[in-house]
C-alpha cells in the first residue's frame, strides 16, 4: 500500500514552458487536493476534487489546471510557467472530507527560471 | 484577513518542557480542526484532530474554544524527536476546503 505517490520529486522548468505533475493515490479516497507551499507560509489549495470528473478551485487557482479521470489519478497542470509558480506543491487524499484526515504525498520541489 | 494565523515562533525549549501553541481562526463556521506535524523537507502529517470537548494522546493535549476562535496544542515532557512545525488546520462549513496556518517551529535542545 504505497499511499500517496508524486512524480517528479524535483524539476526545474524554464519561464514559458509547461509540465504535468502527476499524483495518484492507492487507497480508494474520492477527495483529492493540490496544495503549494512557499518558504515560511502555509499550504495554499490549488484545486480540488470530490470524485472522478468532478474538480473545482481552490485558493490560488491561477496558472493550473486539473482532471479527474480515475479515482486514483489526479495530475496538476502548469501551462506557461512563470518565476511565481515557484514552489513546493504536495498532493493529498481523504477518503471523505471535513472531518477526515488527510494524507499528503511526498511532494514536487519546482522552481522556475 | 488571514483564515488562519498561528504564531510562527521558533520555540526553543530543553527536553521535559511543557510548551503550549496557539492558533486563531477567522471563520465562525468553520467546522472541524487540526493539528498536523511538517519534518523538515517532509510532507505534513496528521497529528491529532481537535474536538469540542477538548483530546488528549500521550504527551499531547488540544483544546478548542468556538467562543474566542482559537486551538490550543499543549506538548508535555518534551522529546527531541518533537522538534518539527507544528500546522493548525481549519475546514470551512462547506467542507470542501482546508485552510492551513504557517506553522510553528518548535526546537527540543538536549
Known amino acids: 500500500n504505497a499511499g500517496v505517490t508524486q512524480t517528479p520529486k524535483f524539476r526545474i522548468l524554464k519561464i514559458g514552458q509547461s509540465m504535468t505533475l502527476q499524483c495518484t493515490q492507492d487507497m480508494n479516497h474520492n477527495y483529492m487536493y493540490w496544495y503549494r507551499q512557499d518558504p515560511g507560509m502555509g499550504l495554499k489549495l490549488i484545486y480540488y476534487?470530490?470524485?472522478?470528473?468532478?474538480?473545482d478551485k481552490g485558493e490560488v487557482p491561477n496558472g493550473y489546471n486539473v482532471s479527474r479521470s480515475t479515482t486514483e489519478d489526479f495530475p496538476l497542470r502548469l501551462e506557461l510557467a512563470a518565476p511565481s509558480q515557484t514552489s513546493v506543491y504536495f498532493c493529498a487524499s481523504s477518503i471523505r472530507q471535513s472531518s477526515y484526515e488527510q494524507y499528503f504525498g511526498p511532494g514536487t520541489r519546482l522552481t522556475v527560471t | 484577513r488571514k483564515e488562519v494565523e498561528q504564531d510562527p515562533g521558533p520555540f526553543n525549549v530543553p527536553e521535559g518542557a511543557t510548551v503550549a501553541f496557539n492558533c486563531t481562526y477567522s471563520?465562525?463556521?468553520?467546522?472541524?480542526f487540526f493539528w498536523y506535524r511538517q519534518d523538515c523537507r517532509k510532507e505534513p502529517k496528521l497529528l491529532m484532530s481537535?474536538?469540542?470537548s477538548g483530546n488528549e494522546d500521550g504527551r499531547f493535549t488540544a483544546q478548542l474554544n468556538r467562543a474566542s476562535q482559537y486551538i490550543s496544542l499543549l506538548i508535555r515532557d518534551s522529546k527531541l524527536s518533537d522538534s518539527a512545525t507544528y500546522l493548525c488546520v481549519v475546514n470551512t462549513n462547506t467542507g470542501n476546503q482546508f485552510y492551513f496556518g504557517t506553522g510553528t517551529s518548535l526546537t527540543v535542545i538536549p
Open positions: 481537535v474536538y469540542s
Open positions: 471563520n465562525s463556521a468553520s467546522q472541524s
Open positions: 476534487s470530490v470524485g472522478a470528473g468532478i474538480t
